[in-house]
C-alpha cells in the first residue's frame, strides 16, 4: 500500500501537526531546543511512519510502523500536557489538539486492527 496520502489517518496527522505547530509558536523562545522541538519531533514522526509503513511491501512491516505513530503520538500527548502545564495555552486551542490526536489514536489503532485481521 504506497498511496499514504489517501490514507485519512495521514491527512489527519497532517492537519494536526500544522496546528501544533502553530500552537508551539505560543511557547517562549527558550523551549525553542527543549519543549518545542521535543513536540514538533513527535508530531511529524506520526505522519511519517503513517507514510514510510504504507511504503513498505508487507503489512507486518506497515504495522510496526503505525505502532511507532502510535508511541508518537501518546509521546506529543505527554509532552503537550507538560508544556500546558508550564505555559498554559489558550483552552480552546490545547482541546482542540487533544481532541484530533485521541481521533488519530483511534485510527491508527483500528488500521492496526484491520490488518491484523487481513493476516488471520
Not at 523562545?29 to 511491501?57: M, T
Amino acid at each position: 500500500m504506497n498511496k499514504f496520502k489517501d490514507l485519512l489517518v495521514w491527512q489527519k496527522s497532517i492537519e494536526l501537526a500544522t496546528g501544533v505547530y502553530n500552537l508551539t509558536n505560543e511557547l517562549p523562545a527558550e523551549e525553542k531546543f527543549g519543549l518545542i522541538s521535543q513536540i514538533r519531533r513527535c508530531v511529524v514522526s506520526i505522519s511519517s511512519n503513517i507514510a514510510e509503513g504504507a511504503g513498505r511491501i508487507s503489512k507486518n512491516d506497515f504495522k510496526h510502523f503505525l505502532s511507532i505513530a502510535l508511541g508518537s503520538s501518546y509521546e506529543l500527548e505527554t509532552q503537550l500536557i507538560i508544556a500546558n502545564n508550564l505555559y498554559p495555552f489558550e483552552k480552546i486551542k490545547l482541546e482542540q489538539a487533544l481532541s484530533q490526536l485521541e481521533e488519530i489514536q483511534k485510527m491508527i489503532a483500528g488500521l492496526q486492527k484491520s490488518l491484523q485481521t487481513l493476516n488471520t
